[in-house]
């Protein structure tokens, strides 16, 4: 029996990891959480159902200053590790505010972003008038794109891609030979979507706010540390890096109380190790 051609997060029954096939456990009502028993990944068919996600990216990209320190941080290892960058790619570009932050920290680089929305995209270009701002899908874009880059970035983007594996194997051919791909994403194990997913079982499926709220329907796929290892193996790519990062309080949204109380569970987290975010450094 041959490995399922379509993916979950397309309706079908395959992991977006790494193609084994997933079971539905949690069910959200307008979308189901489909879990991986080989990589432990999770991915949702919100996509496919076009579940309105409710997400308001306004009140995301107004605060993107809260992540410069990381930016910043990530331009200045990668300059550690060897010359600075001369081509950067950043995926999923949004307005075009890392592209902005990498003009002033490298003013010499060649700056390319890819952003799905065409309103984003624009804003982008025009926040970037010397970049070069490319709005579509990105496995499309790249697909017509000519070159190699030394440093490709994904910001929160990766969790929002159906096919995850595809786009990685994409960017991998577009990385020159030394070249550096960073990502950071969701990582399912930390505790608040762990205590999301733990409230619907414990429950019997009742209680459903606390997993849909960690599992928000513009979240395709949930990641593990092993399903991002077989990830950067079916790459042909090293991940020399990793560490982990919190949601900054100026991203959440919510009561105050509420913001306040998860804010001081993800520091917590944090200091002992783990996080909501994973951060990776690749190389092939």
Not at 102 to 110: F, L, N, T, W
Not at 128 to 144: I, M, T
Not at 222 to 233: E, K, P, W, Y
Request: proline share 5%; with cysteine.
């Amino acid at each position: 029996m041959g490995m399922p051609q379509v993916l979950a997060t397309c309706g079908g029954d395959g992991c977006p990891v790494c193609r084994a096939p997933v079971r539905p456990r949690i069910h959200l009502g307008a979308y189901t959480l489909f879990a991986c028993e080989t990589c432990s990944c999770w991915c949702s068919d919100a996509g496919a159902r076009n579940v309105p996600t409710g997400f308001d990216p306004a009140d995301y990209f107004d605060n993107d200053g809260a992540d410069r320190a990381r930016w910043r941080s990530l331009l200045s290892n990668v300059a550690e590790q060897g010359e600075m960058p001369r081509k950067i790619l950043d995926v999923g570009c949004g307005t075009g505010a890392f592209l902005e932050e990498a003009a002033h920290q490298v003013p010499s680089a060649e700056l390319t972003g890819i952003e799905l929305d065409p309103e984003r995209a624009a804003l982008a270009r025009r926040r970037n008038p010397e970049a070069h701002v490319r709005q579509g899908d990105a496995l499309r874009v790249l697909s017509q794109m000519d070159g190699r880059f030394d440093l490709i970035t994904l910001w929160d983007v990766f969790e929002h891609v159906c096919d995850p594996r595809a786009l990685l194997q994409a960017l991998a051919t577009r990385l020159r030979e030394g070249g550096t791909i960073f990502i950071q994403t969701i990582h399912e194990y930390s505790l608040v979507p762990t205590l999301g997913r733990l409230s619907y079982r414990l429950t019997g499926g009742r209680l459903r706010t606390a997993a849909r709220r960690t599992h928000e329907a513009h979240h395709l796929v949930f990641f593990s540390r092993a399903g991002l290892g077989l990830l950067a193996d079916a790459a042909n790519l090293s991940i020399t890096r990793r560490w982990y990062d919190r949601l900054a309080r100026a991203r959440m949204d919510g009561h105050p109380v509420v913001t306040a109380a998860t804010a001081a569970l993800l520091t917590a987290e944090n200091a002992m190790g783990n996080g909501l975010f994973i951060n990776l450094v690749l190389q092939s």
